[in-house]
């Protein structure tokens, strides 16, 4: 199909540039291994919550008035923070009808383009809006509007955690695409 005949021998980093490259990509990658690990054990808190909810409700018709909100908390951690762990690991949504058939340097090429223009325009707009109203929330020490009155703040706080983790490991991937384009191999 489509073929780049782009040589980036001519870039010629040393050794001790490779090295960084992966030394920088492992640090980055064992940081979001290490969260997303930590990070899925909160299904298994989730898990314990809803078990006692629903036992609550149903069996003893005790509902509890924090039971929705934390569920909905536990869940909003889970799902933000393993963001950067499901990257690193390539289990987010991809439709790969064409890409699959492109040689490795075309891939890494097509990667590092949509990486550019898509994923960090995005990421870090969204980062940015989203770590001021972390920042917002902390000041007015935001709640939420039940009875429970859960602090809000601490969950908008996952979320630029999350873009950041989520733009390391990014940052990670580009660096993998440039190497496998300078050494010419996955």
Known sequence: MFKFNIDFQYLQLGGGAMNL???????????????????????????????FEVVSRRIFNSPTIWGYEVITMIYGFHFMI???????????????????QFSEKTKAVLDIVTYLVLFFPFIVSILYVSYNQAIFSWEIRETSSTFFG????LTKT?????????????ISEILKRIAILIEGRG
């Not at 393993?82 to 699959?100: C, E, M, P, T």
């Not at 859960?150 to 703040?153: D, E, F, L, N, T």
């Open 158 to 170: 996952v979320i630029p955690i999350a873009l950041l983790l989520l733009m390391l490991q990014g």
């Open 21 to 51: 490259i992966k030394k920088v990509t492992s640090f980055i990658d064992s940081i979001n291994s290490w969260i997303g690990r930590i990070g899925a054990w909160s299904a298994l808190v989730l898990m314990f919550v809803i078990v």
């Open 82 to 100: 393993v963001a950067g762990y499901a990257l690193l690991h390539k289990s987010l949504v991809s439709v790969d009808l064409l890409y699959d």
């Open 150 to 153: 859960a602090p809000v703040y």
